[in-house]
């Protein structure tokens, strides 16, 4: 692989991933723009930098790849800015990787019934051994026709049908709000997390699952 026929078009992207380190260079620009501009300059650049292959003589073939190695690289530079909680960027002084855990507090709790399964045994397995083909009309010069058969190709299923335990749980779930604060700020992000605790479990029967795999 050539360094410099994937990884041309990705310096301006690379670049920015780079000076996005400095909080200053962009603080204008929040996540959501500085990504979209990101986005921007790595369609320009890729489609000069194709259009200057093609010009070149490469063929449309090669440039596949490309895109593909570009969207990979684009993805990578822009993972700092995808929205989470708490964002990689600081929302309020844009330095990455600054927001620290503070604590989890406990928020409020519920109870909910969810349903279940659980893996029993395997009740039957079947093998099913078929051929397909395509069936092509030829035509002669005096106008008759004829029948051939391509593209034959021999299939092996097995299938097999599972036994499964259904269950109606009930849990009571907590809820906890965990903080998180920018070291450099003191910006305050949050996200909730539940904690499962099985409080009571009905059977309610069995059903059967069955699977087909090609071999
Ligand atoms: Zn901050």
Known sequence: MLL?????????VLLMGVLMHNPK??????N??????????????TYIWAAMLVGWGIMWLFLLPIIIVAFGATTFVSSPLFPSAPCARCLKCRN???MNFVDSVYDHEYETWLRETEYVKKISEKKRKFQTW???????????????????????QIITTSLYDDYKVLYNV??????????????????????????DRKYMGTHTETTTEEV
């Open 4 to 12: 410099w026929f994937y990884g041309t078009p990705m310096i301006p």
């Open 25 to 30: 260079i962009f603080y204008p620009l929040n």
């Open 32 to 45: 959501k723009v500085l990504e979209g501009v990101i986005g921007v300059v790595a369609i320009v650049s």
């Open 96 to 98: 990455i990787e600054t």
């Open 134 to 156: 395509n069936e092509v009309t030829w035509r002669r010069g005096d106008g008759s026709t004829y029948r051939t058969s391509e593209n034959v190709q021999n299939h092996t």
């Open 174 to 199: 907590k809820v906890y709000q965990n903080n998180y604060s920018c070291v450099v700020c003191g910006q305050h992000e949050h996200n909730f997390s539940e904690k499962y605790k099985e409080l």
